[in-house]
DNA sequence: CTGTTAGCGCATTCAA
DNA sequence: TTGAATGCGCTAACAG
């Protein structure tokens, strides 16, 4: 509650003193009254109004970290595990480089804009944007943004990306599948935007099937929709397929989890019948049994990344590697089975 | 960029006639210069500083989210499916009423004191602090708080709470355990704290064994550890005891899911053998295979609730429930089996 | 209906 | 080594 000037006043020096020995703008300031001016700072709870120094500095000492949902979507995003594992991590690393973190979520870049002007934020990170709507953004913005997740149109400009190596976990998970002897696997992720991170892993797909002289057709990858009941039909729909698809690839550890106890349920054994594989390595695919063969990635590390990435860009340093591709790593475990020759 | 006096230049008016015309006092305003106004306001995409606004109203419209982790652990609280789905819908309830949201955690009081005075927050939510501390804070803020999951020492002072009714899920979980025939039963949770709702959760038991003339001694109560590897051992011990308990109640649906996974890991068949019960009943309890038999609760509705009472707070309403005990209701699956006379 | 003015608390420049 | 003065953009009380 304690300003400055009331401070000044109470240790009987100028409010510009007080403001040097908050600064530790020592040399200014001789021992003695350094000294009772930290004293009172502590005695009555010196809290720097944020709003003044905003005010005055035209800069606040906030991240925005904003999630985009897709349109016409007003759920929260936040209950996937990854989101929140890398909002848990960026918290922290915000928390423990001394900003603060505004949380948002939108489906557009004009409310984004808006943000930045209005609480003058220190650096944004910005998670899941479209391609198109990275571009917008990082030509409007001045503020220092860190993209997570984010695939871009190659349109020339420079983007701070978190990025996960997405070709290089679908062409692993692929190659492994293939060397199982799968030829038709099926490829599910709940988004088809292109291009995306799905498309990524996809395309990796098909460089595993190119190796081998072999080509993966487009309508292998499958769109399943966001709605439990509407996911259920599709799992029935590919049990009946024929000739039937040997494995099936999700791009999500979750809903492989459900397509395997959906196969459990109607007696179709997993990998006996059909293999499945998961995307993340997170609590659901060591959850359910068979644990599933899925792609690693470290969402903490993630996280971690990106505030630093953002923290040098806020000291005004040029980074060596404007864009990082955290690498992946496929875990095998037991959901993916051989196929007799 | 654009700033009010900007603005009103442009338009060839006074500051104030902008004001009046951002604020809605239309009828301080003739309807030419409020149209010219506003269109220069739209063209020019003004955006307030929120900073100005802090420092002239002494207030922002910053609501504070803060999650109380434990002393001296400094991971993240968020990965818990609870609190990202809670996050999620608090997000998405100060956002649509027009304020914006900084996510903390901590595990000490003078950091939320220091926040709310640098920030001169609006409105304050606090998750999972302890009894003492909500007094404490309680007492020494001045803006409106409410309180999520907090049990409180009875010190006659008025919270704002939105809790869940624990001692009845206890209850009802153990009515219906004890019904299927259960009389040794183990109850865990990751922490103990005393009043917290693990303990209410026992205290339900407790009343449920009444019920029956019986009685559930303390050490039914066990705390289980946040080390993966410490858990291992304690699921192993509890197998091996003697006489065996039919039953295991945890306070938590992932812990109960890993316990599930456990037996069956070593041939111990569930409910066969023994019976294992969760809480929340959020997607691991639906994964596990058999499904758990938990305790519901709706994250999302607590969050809206939370937000609601704190809005409301904020208006200045004197609210006829101050505190608010969610419902809880028992889902039956399959993870409970009868033990035999 | 419109304009003037005095703060809000801090950073910063300049003067002593 | 210390102090005085100005301005950041807005609110709100007041004057016209």
Redesign the pocket.
């Known amino acids: 509650m304690?300003?400055?000037?009331?401070?000044?006043e109470k240790a009987?020096?100028?409010?510009?003193?007080v403001?040097?020995v908050?600064?530790g703008r020592t040399?200014?300031?001789?021992p003695?009254?350094?000294e009772r001016v930290r004293s009172f700072l502590a005695s009555e709870k010196?809290?720097?109004?944020m709003?003044?120094?905003m005010?005055?500095?035209?800069s606040s000492r906030i991240i925005g970290v904003v999630i985009f949902r897709e349109p016409r979507r007003n759920e929260t995003v936040l209950e996937d595990p990854f989101s929140s594992m890398i909002i848990g991590a960026i918290e922290r690393e915000i928390r423990e480089a001394g900003y603060y973190m505004m949380l948002h979520t939108t489906d557009h870049e004009e409310d984004i804009l808006r943000l930045v002007a209005k609480w003058k934020l220190a650096g944004l990170i910005l998670i899941w944007v479209t391609g198109e709507m990275a571009g917008i953004l990082q030509r409007s913005l001045e503020t220092p943004v860190v993209f997570i997740d984010c695939i871009f149109d190659d349109d020339g400009q420079e983007y701070h990306n978190v990025a996960l190596d997405d070709e290089q976990g679908g062409y692993e998970l692929t190659k492994y599948l293939l060397s199982m002897g799968h030829r038709r696997i099926a490829y599910f992720a709940d988004s088809g935007t292109w291009p995306g991170t799905a498309t990524m892993r996809f395309e990796g797909a098909k460089r595993a099937y190119a190796e081998l002289a072999l080509s993966l057709p487009d309508d292998r990858f499958k769109i399943l929709s966001k709605d439990y009941d509407e996911r259920q039909k599709t799992y029935g729909q590919l049990t009946v397929s024929d000739p039937p698809y040997t494995a099936l690839a999700f791009f999500s550890d979750y809903y492989a989890a459900e397509a395997v106890i959906y196969c459990q349920e109607r007696g179709i054994e997993v990998p006996g019948r059909v293999s499945v594989t998961g995307f993340d390595d997170n609590l659901f695919a060591r959850l359910v049994r068979p644990r599933l063969t899925t792609v690693y990635q470290d969402a903490f590390l993630r996280g971690h990344q990106a505030v630093t990435m953002l923290l040098a860009l806020m000291r005004g340093e040029t980074l060596e590697t404007p864009s990082v591709r955290s690498p992946v790593s496929l875990k095998i475990r037991e959901s993916v089975g051989r196929v007799p020759e």
Chains 1, 2 share one sequence.
């Open positions: 304690a300003t400055i000037k009331q401070i000044a009987g020096v100028s409010p510009t003193t403001a040097n908050i600064h040399a200014k300031v001789s003695s009254t350094l010196y809290a720097p109004n709003g003044a120094i005010l005055a500095r035209s």
